[in-house]
């Protein structure tokens, strides 16, 4: 598979506040998030909207951020939000609320991917016709389904995808995955190119926009530092985050040193300099490994033992299990250059992510899932799990899947926690995260706003 077909983002324009809390004040992103707020919280006086006060009681709460997890806990929701979050004997349960009881459950914050793609593909089809309203809401329904409650489609065929992002922004009933976009992949050949492509971007209403700084393992020509530099330099102007996709090292540097905010890949060519590590570091530029974009690269040479899992086939189209299985297509995988390689450098690039993650860089889940055969949903857990493998503990890889995604794409005013404040975005499971990450496959419910997600027959 060409790597062309797959886009990524970085970088970004967050004012620093501290390493860990990073935040873009003035986006649009904040000021949708702030109205969906105020919304709620006018629908208080406003009796056709208003929705009844829940308690969520019983559940040991892992809330997300860095502290211990809390046994016989409460969340009370009211109109889609948080009220209360916290242990049962610190909180006073509302007379009027109905009690929803979840003892012997364990509830989490929704799992937020900080680098899907949201109306890419249908199946393994790809292009314009695909980029549809229902698809991109059944695709936001599959995630939501595996507990994903946020995805940032960091690059997409078309910026259409803004005005179904305001429907479901504005929409209290939202009941399938957060969507936030990129919009189409930059690719400019001048530094004046590239600032008008920031321009229309930022126009159309992309969150974020992203960049492709990638040789294609040497078929076509890289992106030139002064192009993406002008682009970082207007996006941060604009206030836009940036995000840019990078296989190797020194375009990792090139990048944050031009002022992206969003590192989209694992450095695949080499093992991580200091000098990366220092940047990142101190500039809070957070990565998203997309362990198993790699994986999707040379998995498909044999029928991958997924193919089995029943969490994988409770929303798997077999008609695409068939044509993955044909032996055309397992021929084209083993074949396929790209995949000799990245099945190669994987090691490394799970490597890679321990050491940033040991150095304290911000580790926030992203999969790159949603082009074809990078199954929603499915894949979010096997990155989690390859997560887990590669040496982060299960509490450090749903930090780095909730509050730090969150922090990572700007949504923390929002969601990736469990706190008074935020959108009621939570999962209830009834085996221990914090025990195994596999443990995320006990979903009982999902909550996206409060509303619970439909789940697959
Ligand atoms: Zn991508």
Redesign the pocket.
Known sequence: MDEAD????VGEVYPLISSYSVMKSTTLLSLIACIVILLSACANETPSVDRDVIAYTGATMINGLDRPAIENSVLIVENGMLTEAGARDQIDIPAIAEVVDLTDSYVMPGIINA???VGMADGLETGEDVFTSENIRRQLLTYAQYGVTTVVS??DGQTEGARIRDEMLFDQNINIARYYLAGPVISADTPEEGREEVQRLHEAGMDWIKIRIDSGLGTREKMQPEVYRAIAEEAARLEIPSAA?IVELEDAIGAIEAGFDLI??SIRDQEVSDELINLMRDNAIPITP?LT?EVSTYIYRDRPDFFDDPFFLRTADPQVLEQLESPESQQRFAESEAGAYFEQQLPLAMENMMKLYDAGVIVAMGT?SG?PARFQGYFEHMEMEMMQDAGMTPHAVIMASTSLAAVAMGLDHLTGSLQAGLAADFIVLSEDPTEDIRNLRSIKAVYVMGNEVRMPE
């Open positions: 797959f886009p990524v983002v680098h899907g793609h960091l690059g996709h989209a890949h997309t974009r790159d082009p």
